[in-house]
């Protein structure tokens, strides 16, 4: 059973399942001192772990994660790395609809596959191109808000500054 109390990876600050917070860095130096003591947490911790991120470099942060490279053929990955272009801006333009149901489909899988928590972590550096749909990034952050609560889980969104 998770706990009631989420480990952010920084000293004195935790989290509570239905948390959604906004991380700022300056430079991909300062996102990784975020992201990959996050991500690393909830992987020790057993959670289902989801990381978009916006950028080529995917492999190279799950290597900085140290998850196991597995393929899931002894079960559920317990970290799925995506990209905003799969994501976030699926067919080219962003959707606040579309990306609730990515969450809703990731988080809500990964409960039925035996996780009992989900962590997640997503770039939002995607948001700076001026991509159709951008207009609607608050309307999503505020949305993302009500459907936390649906499952035990946190979410991390990142702004470069």
Same mark, same amino acid.
């Given at each position: 059973?998770?706990?009631?109390?989420?480990?952010?990876?920084?000293?004195?600050?935790?989290?509570? @399942?239905? #948390?959604?917070?906004?991380? &700022?860095?300056?430079?991909?130096?300062?996102?990784?001192?975020?992201?990959?003591?996050?991500?690393?947490?909830?992987?020790?911790?057993? #959670?289902?772990?989801?990381?978009?991120? #916006?950028?080529?470099?995917?492999?190279?942060?799950?290597?900085?994660?140290?998850?196991?490279?597995?393929?899931?053929?002894?079960?559920?990955?317990?970290?799925?790395?995506?990209?905003?272009?799969?994501?976030?801006?699926?067919?080219?333009? &962003?959707?606040?609809?579309?990306?609730?149901?990515?969450?809703?489909?990731?988080?809500?899988?990964?409960?039925?596959?035996?996780?009992?928590?989900?962590?997640?972590?997503?770039?939002?550096?995607?948001?700076?191109?001026?991509?159709?749909?951008?207009?609607?990034?608050?309307?999503?952050?505020?949305?993302?808000?009500?459907?936390? @609560?649906?499952?035990?889980?946190?979410?991390?969104?990142?702004?470069?500054?």
């Amino acid at each position: 059973m998770f706990s009631s109390r989420i480990g952010l990876a920084v000293p004195g600050v935790e989290l509570r @399942p239905g #948390d959604h917070i906004c991380a &700022f860095y300056p430079s991909l130096e300062e996102r990784d001192n975020i992201l990959v003591p996050y991500i690393r947490e909830g992987l020790a911790a057993g #959670d289902k772990c989801i990381c978009v991120i #916006d950028g080529p470099d995917v492999a190279g942060l799950e290597d900085a994660f140290g998850a196991p490279h597995d393929d899931g053929a002894d079960g559920p990955r317990q970290l799925e790395m995506r990209r905003s272009e799969d994501t976030y801006l699926n067919e080219g333009k &962003f959707s606040t609809d579309a990306m609730l149901e990515f969450w809703d489909i990731a988080v809500g899988g990964a409960l039925e596959n035996g996780f009992e928590f989900s962590r997640a972590a997503g770039e939002m550096t995607w948001a700076l191109r001026h991509m159709p749909g951008v207009e609607d990034l608050i309307v999503y952050e505020a949305q993302l808000n009500r459907f936390l @609560p649906k499952y035990p889980q946190v979410i991390m969104c990142l702004y470069e500054l």
